[in-house]
């Protein structure tokens, strides 16, 4: 029963726009905090993004600071990431977690993940 669903990501070029969704069926639904995680080729997996189950808390890397902006649908458990000014370095498989904030790359539950190509 529990599942997180990605969907969104693609093939972009330098400097466009990509929003990946996640939606989550979880225990309890309506109370995980939720994020975003990636893994680009030979580099482990590194933090993105995060909001709280509230909504009322956010969490960037500082590599994305300015560019990405994460949100939640509250009534239907869904995370988003919108992704803008892409660039060639935000290429990677995009991973969605759910469980307690904040959250962790070493817990929570996860998604299948969702490629996101940037080419120049």
């Known amino acids: 029963q529990v599942q997180l669903v990605e969907s969104g990501g693609g093939l972009v070029q330098t400097g466009g726009s990509l929003r990946l969704s996640c939606a989550a069926s979880?225990?309890?639904?309506?109370?995980?905090?939720m994020g975003w995680f990636r893994q680009a080729p030979g580099k482990e997996r590194e933090f993105v993004a995060s909001?709280?189950?509230?909504?009322?808390?956010?969490s960037y890397a500082d590599s994305v600071k300015g560019r990405f902006s994460i949100s939640k649908d509250t009534a239907r458990n869904t995370v988003y990431l919108q992704m803008n000014n892409l660039k060639s370095a935000d290429t990677a498989v995009y991973y969605c977690?759910?469980?307690?904030?904040?959250?962790?790359?070493?817990?929570?539950?996860w998604g299948q993940g969702t490629q996101v190509t940037v080419s120049s």
């Open positions: 909001i709280s189950d509230s909504g009322d808390y956010t």
């Open positions: 979880l225990p309890s639904s309506g109370f995980y905090a």
């Open positions: 977690n759910a469980g307690p904030w904040p959250i962790r790359a070493t817990r929570g539950y």
